[in-house]
């Protein structure tokens, strides 16, 4: 029950967070201009990028209190997390610090602003780093909450705190200063409230507020903590390398419609982000106990569900895009721009939302080191192919790489884990678990597209159709993956009853 409650409640907050973004976007843009809001997709990658600074640590103090909980050492993940805090203190002033002294030069040398100062752009890209400084403890704070099975804490506070965070900047730039200044200041306040929220949230979920700080502890950590960080800094590089040449090679407004797609894309975070906050540790305390045949259980039927609604979600984006910036943004010329770049991002990102499974699995079983030789891997294949095609062809070659890059992961990364970590995550998972909805959700989308193109419809009546076909194939993805005799066993799990491997139906 509690795997479902925390997926459920995950799931909320990404809706919401989604949302407020694609709300806000339209007053962002009328405040700032569509240069200014290229800065915001700059600090996005910025941000993403700096997660390398991590090093792991999150989703080790994910794992280890996870585990603490089914093996009795919640002291001692206590005694952990206050002293990571330490740590993640003195990363926070460092990035503000870097960055601040680098902002002259991202300015005049790396942003290519036509409209704007260069003076404003160094202020901005100065401020970027006071913002991401203020909110540099989330991730740690996230994974403590996410280890203790606290999702629910963790996203009503990000709930609440981002949508006052977002009606605040709004009413700061409509009434106030309108100026992207002003828009970083209000973010870092925001930014550093949440943390504080975050920070009482963990101990209150965690006790121990005792615990003593224990640096020497960190070595029990170090060897998975360290292939970890291997993990986060070249996954960070692959997902991002995209943007960080584009922001090089092309306008600054054409940046603003790859982020614009890349935040449209985002919306299938609405499902990927909950679900490995759910299962990693889920997954981590099945194995801490020996249960693998619950795992595979877990593992096999969540996989066809997961990537059913994934793919209807992703292939409503593809077809749908065009319609719905459309009538977000009333431009359509912004609209024509955006649309193929969102569709291949979609793609990608779709079918990388679908390894999450793999990925959990590794990290669950003790091995960062084939998660990290899986991201090593990647970037060796991304570093060429985005090079080329982004340099060669702009923001649509870019996208198109990232199509291209998650394609192989797939592949590979399926075979791998096969292979070194569990046979049930091989091959046959990838042949039952994802191509029967990935046929059935894309028969429905490429319907509802032809038929939208056939009658030339207006964009209302194009997101309705998109609708209705993301649900059919969903519909249709489920009928073909699940018995009913199946079907009724998951939702009887989802309800709270115990799983069918612990009642001998492995």
């Known amino acids: 029950m509690r795997l479902a409650w925390n997926m459920a409640v995950a799931m909320a907050n990404s809706v919401v967070v989604?949302?407020?973004?694609?709300?806000?976007?339209?007053?962002?843009?009328?405040?700032?201009?569509?240069?200014?809001?290229?800065?915001?997709?700059?600090?996005?990658?910025?941000?993403t990028v700096l997660q390398v600074l991590d090093l792991g640590l999150a989703p080790t103090i994910s794992r280890e209190i996870a585990q603490g909980a089914e093996t009795g050492g919640q002291?001692?993940?206590?005694?952990?997390?206050?002293?990571?805090?330490?740590?993640?203190?003195?990363?926070?002033?460092?990035?503000?610090?870097?960055?601040?002294l680098a902002a002259p030069w991202v300015g005049s040398h790396w942003l290519q602003a036509r409209a704007l100062p260069e003076s404003t752009v160094a202020q901005a890209v100065a401020l970027m780093g006071v913002n991401l400084a203020c909110r540099w403890p989330i991730s740690l704070y996230q994974g403590a909450l996410i280890g203790a099975h606290r999702l629910a804490r963790y996203a009503a506070a990000s709930m609440v705190i981002n949508i006052c965070a977002a009606f605040t900047t709004i009413a700061v730039l409509a009434w106030g200063v309108r100026s992207i200044q002003a828009f970083f200041i209000v973010q870092a306040a925001f930014g550093l409230l949440l943390v504080i929220a975050l920070r009482v949230l963990a101990w209150h979920a965690l006790g121990g507020r005792d615990a003593p700080y224990d640096f020497g502890d960190?070595?029990?950590?170090?060897?998975?903590?360290?292939?970890?960080?291997?993990?986060v800094i070249a996954g960070l590089l692959v997902s991002q390398f995209d943007k960080l040449v584009l922001s090089r090679v092309i306008a600054l407004e054409s940046?603003?419609?790859?982020?614009?797609?890349?935040?449209?894309?985002?919306?299938?975070?609405?499902?990927?982000t909950?679900?490995?906050?759910?299962?990693?540790?889920?997954?981590?305390?099945?194995?801490?106990?020996?249960?693998?045949?619950?795992?595979?259980?877990?593992?096999?039927?969540l996989a066809r569900l997961f990537s059913t609604a994934l793919l209807a979600l992703a292939?409503?984006?593809?077809?749908?895009?065009?319609?719905?910036?459309?009538?977000?943004?009333?431009?359509?010329?912004?609209?024509?721009?955006?649309?193929?770049?969102?569709?291949?991002?979609?793609?990608?990102?779709?079918?990388?939302?679908?390894?999450?499974?793999p990925y959990c699995l590794q990290l669950a079983a003790g091995k960062p080191k084939l998660a990290f030789l899986m991201a090593a891997g990647l970037l060796v294949v991304a570093i060429p192919l985005v090079l080329v095609m982004a340099v060669r062809y702009?923001?649509?070659?870019?996208?198109?790489?990232?199509?291209?890059?998650?394609?192989?992961?797939?592949?590979?990364?399926?075979?791998?884990?096969?292979?070194?970590?569990?046979?049930?995550?091989?091959?046959?998972?990838?042949?039952?678990?994802?191509?029967?909805?990935?046929?059935a959700t894309l028969a429905t989308a490429s319907l509802g597209a032809w038929i939208c193109r056939a009658l030339v419809v207006k964009p209302w009546v194009s997101l309705g159709i998109g609708a209705i076909a993301a649900f059919s194939g969903m519909a249709l993805g489920l009928v073909g993956s699940f018995t009913r005799q199946e079907f009724r066993r998951i939702v009887n799990t989802a309800l709270g009853g115990t799983l069918p491997a612990e009642r001998g139906l492995s």
């Open 218 to 231: 960190l070595r029990r950590v170090w060897h998975f903590s360290a292939w970890m960080g291997g993990v």
């Open 75 to 100: 002291r001692r993940s206590a005694s952990l997390l206050r002293t990571l805090g330490v740590i993640y203190v003195g990363v926070a002033v460092a990035i503000a610090a870097v960055i601040a």
């Open 255 to 272: 940046f603003a419609h790859y982020m614009l797609a890349a935040l449209i894309v985002s919306g299938l975070q609405i499902l990927t």
């Open 315 to 357: 292939f409503a984006v593809v077809f749908q895009t065009e319609s719905l910036v459309t009538i977000w943004l009333v431009d359509a010329r912004v609209a024509a721009e955006v649309a193929p770049l969102a569709a291949w991002l979609a793609i990608g990102s779709a079918l990388n939302g679908i390894m999450i499974f």
């Open 394 to 439: 702009g923001a649509i070659g870019g996208a198109v790489s990232w199509t291209l890059l998650n394609v192989f992961y797939l592949l590979v990364g399926t075979w791998f884990t096969g292979r070194k970590v569990a046979r049930f995550a091989g091959w046959l998972w990838l042949s039952r678990g994802v191509l029967v909805p990935l046929l």
């Open 18 to 47: 989604v949302l407020i973004s694609l709300i806000a976007l339209p007053f962002y843009l009328r405040f700032l201009g569509m240069e200014a809001y290229g800065l915001v997709g700059f600090y996005a990658t910025l941000q």
């Open 274 to 301: 909950p679900a490995f906050n759910s299962l990693y540790p889920k997954f981590s305390a099945l194995i801490a106990r020996g249960d693998w045949a619950s795992l595979e259980y877990l593992y096999t039927v």
